[in-house]
């Protein structure tokens, strides 16, 4: 039997979730560099509650699978996000 992967679930769901005292809104002199927008993880937020897979998120948002991925970690690495 194939195991589950782990879902992905807002820490906070009830909360605003702060992406400005995080570092993650990009500075105008950063938007260059940053590979992702903020409202594409405002939108993974909203999706990661913790009946979608990963492969789920992307299909709903459109965007490549390995993306999501990334931007999961990012949003892990910041609390924004855990794993059930």
Same mark, same amino acid.
């Given at each position: 039997? /194939? %195991? !589950?992967?782990?879902?992905?679930? &807002?820490?906070?769901?009830?909360?605003?979730?702060?992406? $400005?005292? =995080?570092?993650?809104?990009?500075?105008?002199?950063?938007? /260059? %560099? !940053?590979?992702?927008?903020?409202? &594409?993880?405002?939108?993974?937020?909203?999706?990661?509650? $913790?009946? =979608?897979?990963?492969?789920?998120?992307?299909e709903v948002l459109g965007l490549p699978?390995?993306?999501?991925?990334?931007?999961?970690?990012?949003?892990?690495?910041?609390?924004?996000?855990?794993?059930?």
């Amino acid at each position: 039997m /194939a %195991s !589950v992967p782990p879902l992905p679930v &807002q820490e906070r769901p009830q909360r605003e979730p702060q992406l $400005g005292r =995080r570092g993650l809104y990009p500075t105008l002199s950063q938007k /260059a %560099s !940053v590979t992702y927008s903020s409202q &594409q993880l405002l939108d993974i937020l909203a999706y990661a509650d $913790g009946t =979608r897979l990963p492969a789920d998120i992307a299909e709903v948002l459109g965007l490549p699978e390995n993306y999501i991925e990334t931007l999961l970690k990012l949003l892990k690495s910041h609390d924004l996000l855990i794993e059930e």
